[in-house]
């Protein structure tokens, strides 16, 4: 099993929590991260500090665009494994600058993939997302759908990383594991993201926009269950199959050592729902501005799981409501509301 592990994206959302787990699990981690001023900085600042204080841990800044840092990072740590997670995130977000998205998502990804031959790694993790599914409309989304309809320039990023990541394994016979993620939600979570918006206003007495009049619906994941799933799929290596041949409903490349995976909980929660769960754990009512659908969002993911599954005998199970519950405690914890 490999036991040292480079993660991007580290003082992220997920990072972060990633990372605490590979530690608790023994593993020596390194952590590069940009640190860029896209959300608070103190909230990473303060997801690295919980992670310093285990001495397997080690904390790089430096932004991926930066080939030259991350090569050196990369040779001195000699990872076993690299979980690429660092990204320009937020759907909405590429609406306003497009070129952050291209800096980070592919100029990053292509250096952090660079990397990863060069020291022949024994398995390259990439995150990827559930925007990648675009227009598509046939629920649950399955991984060995085609998924040619990307709606935003952040998900057509990560889809052009999924394609890099393709002809990197198939060329240097690097195993590659892409994994989507369907609405990531819990503690320590990003202020733009809507579960923190949402309380954030609730308990200020602010209205809260709902898109598309609340006919909306997502996959929502908790995140202690999605860094589950993302260890456990560091022991799934995806082999090149012998003579193309790949068991029906994998999505196993024919010609190469590379596979997606979905990570979500398998369920459709609606929009209202998703905001009633809010009020009830804040005990308070949430003034609704209900709005039309937004450029570039969706109506509806939705995962299939099943892969995830096959492969690890895990998938994600917590219950929104459990999660939402969690996540506010931790919210009035940390902000003192």
Same mark, same amino acid.
């Given at each position: 099993?490999?036991?040292?592990?480079?993660?991007?994206?580290?003082?992220?959302?997920?990072?972060?929590?990633?990372? @605490? %787990?590979?530690?608790?699990?023994?593993?020596?981690? %390194?952590?590069?991260?940009?640190?860029?001023?896209?959300?608070?900085?103190?909230?990473?600042?303060?997801?690295?500090?919980?992670?310093?204080?285990?001495?397997?841990?080690?904390?790089?800044?430096?932004?991926?665009?930066?080939?030259?840092?991350?090569?050196?990072?990369?040779?001195?740590?000699?990872?076993?494994?690299?979980?690429?997670?660092?990204?320009?995130?937020?759907?909405?977000?590429? %609406?306003?600058? /497009?070129?952050?998205?291209?800096?980070?998502?592919?100029?990053?990804?292509?250096?952090?993939?660079?990397?990863?031959?060069?020291?022949?790694?024994?398995?390259?993790?990439?995150?990827?997302?559930?925007?990648?599914?675009?227009?598509?409309?046939?629920?649950?989304?399955?991984?060995?759908?085609?998924?040619?309809? @990307?709606?935003?320039?952040?998900?057509?990023?990560?889809?052009?990383?999924?394609?890099?990541?393709?002809?990197?394994?198939?060329?240097?016979?690097? /195993?590659?594991?892409?994994?989507?993620?369907?609405?990531?939600?819990?503690? +320590?979570?990003?202020?733009?993201?809507?579960?923190?918006?949402?309380?954030?206003?609730?308990?200020?007495?602010?209205?809260?926009?709902?898109?598309?009049?609340?006919?909306?619906?997502?996959?929502?994941?908790?995140?202690?269950?999605?860094?589950?799933?993302?260890?456990?799929?560091?022991?799934?290596?995806?082999?090149?199959?012998?003579?193309?041949?790949?068991?029906?409903?994998?999505?196993?490349?024919?010609?190469?050592?590379?596979?997606?995976?979905?990570?979500?909980?398998?369920?459709?929660?609606?929009?209202?729902?998703?905001?009633?769960?809010?009020?009830?754990?804040?005990?308070?009512?949430?003034?609704?501005?209900?709005?039309?659908?937004?450029?570039?969002?969706?109506?509806?993911? +939705?995962?299939?799981?099943?892969?995830?599954?096959?492969?690890?005998?895990?998938? /994600?199970?917590?219950?929104?409501?459990?999660?939402?519950?969690?996540?506010?405690? +931790?919210?009035?914890?940390?902000?003192?509301?």
């Amino acid at each position: 099993m490999s036991r040292k592990i480079l993660v991007t994206g580290s003082a992220g959302f997920i990072g972060y929590h990633l990372s @605490q %787990l590979l530690l608790d699990e023994g593993f020596a981690v %390194l952590g590069y991260d940009g640190m860029t001023d896209y959300y608070d900085v103190a909230l990473k600042q303060g997801r690295h500090a919980m992670l310093r204080e285990n001495a397997r841990f080690t904390a790089v800044e430096g932004m991926l665009e930066d080939a030259t840092l991350l090569d050196k990072v990369a040779d001195d740590f000699a990872p076993d494994a690299i979980i690429h997670l660092a990204a320009q995130a937020g759907v909405r977000y590429s %609406l306003e600058n /497009p070129r952050a998205y291209i800096d980070s998502n592919i100029v990053g990804t292509f250096n952090v993939m660079e990397a990863a031959r060069r020291l022949g790694v024994d398995h390259l993790l990439m995150a990827s997302t559930s925007s990648v599914y675009g227009a598509n409309t046939a629920m649950p989304f399955i991984e060995t759908e085609t998924a040619d309809t @990307q709606l935003t320039i952040y998900a057509a990023t990560k889809k052009a990383t999924e394609s890099m990541g393709h002809s990197y394994a198939h060329l240097w016979n690097l /195993p590659t594991t892409m994994f989507r993620f369907f609405t990531v939600y819990g503690p +320590w979570g990003r202020p733009d993201m809507a579960l923190c918006k949402f309380v954030e206003a609730i308990l200020e007495d602010r209205a809260i926009d709902i898109y598309n009049r609340g006919e909306m619906y997502r996959d929502f994941t908790y995140v202690e269950d999605l860094v589950r799933a993302i260890r456990l799929l560091i022991d799934a290596v995806p082999q090149r199959p012998e003579g193309g041949a790949v068991a029906e409903g994998d999505s196993l490349s024919p010609v190469a050592p590379y596979r997606v995976v979905n990570i979500g909980n398998s369920g459709k929660v609606s929009l209202l729902d998703f905001v009633d769960a809010i009020e009830d754990s804040l005990g308070k009512k949430a003034i609704r501005n209900l709005m039309e659908m937004q450029k570039g969002d969706v109506p509806a993911t +939705w995962a299939d799981a099943s892969l995830l599954e096959r492969l690890t005998g895990y998938r /994600p199970r917590t219950d929104v409501r459990e999660g939402i519950a969690r996540f506010v405690d +931790w919210y009035r914890d940390y902000y003192r509301k």
